[in-house]
């Protein structure tokens, strides 16, 4: 894994260990990043389910003004920690180490553009409703006017988010990214 653009170009990063956090390819970071471009310098950064902070870390390379990394995994969150450390963007950034559900039950408003949801596989199955809840929370309470979720699952999986639309989708073998506005 590693940088790919920006200020912190061709930097490594830690990987994941095991099989519960799916780094995403070099081709699709490229990809997604072409389109997100115009919107990710001086934005604010939400990093739903964060693994090891390679989506955020690669908008804080690319000019993000900050990103908010959410993820429980204690493993992941040391990778993540020493991620952050290795770039020297540690003032840039927040880790919400906890419950993303429980913590966006009660967090204050904000207009945050983009948020990245990159849940575990298995949550499409077995926690539908909990994302549609946290959706429908994005839209009403935390992304900007005109803000993107950038929503990665298995392209086995889908899962309808009112109040979104996908107004883009890419496929990459076994992955879909969508990218939704409101509806």
């Known amino acids: 894994m590693r940088i790919i653009a920006g200020e ?3 930097r490594i990063l830690l990987p994941p260990e095991g099989q519960d956090t799916r780094p995403i390819t070099d081709r699709a970071k490229q990809s997604l990043f072409d389109i997100l471009a115009p919107i990710i310098p001086d934005s604010e950064v939400y990093d739903c389910f964060a693994g090891t902070g390679s989506l955020g870390l690669e908008c804080l390379s690319r000019g993000a ?8 995994d204690r493993s ?8 952050i450390d290795a770039l020297g963007v540690t003032g840039r950034c927040r ?3 906890s419950d993303l559900f429980r913590f ?3 967090a204050p408003p904000a207009a945050v553009n983009p948020i990245f949801l990159d849940p575990p596989y298995r949550f499409l199955r077995d926690r539908p409703d909990d994302l549609r809840t946290l959706a429908l929370n994005f839209a009403q309470h935390h992304l900007a006017p005109e803000g993107l979720v950038i929503f990665r699952h298995s392209t086995a999986d889908t899962l309808d988010l009112p109040p979104f639309r996908t107004i883009d989708q890419r496929t990459y073998g076994s992955m879909a990214i969508d990218l939704l506005q409101r509806a």
């Open 76 to 83: 992941a969150i040391q990778r993540l920690r020493r991620n």
């Open 104 to 106: 966006f039950a009660t």
């Open 95 to 97: 880790l919400v180490a």
């Open 65 to 72: 003004e900050s990103v908010t990394f959410f993820e429980s």
């Open 8 to 10: 912190f170009r061709g």
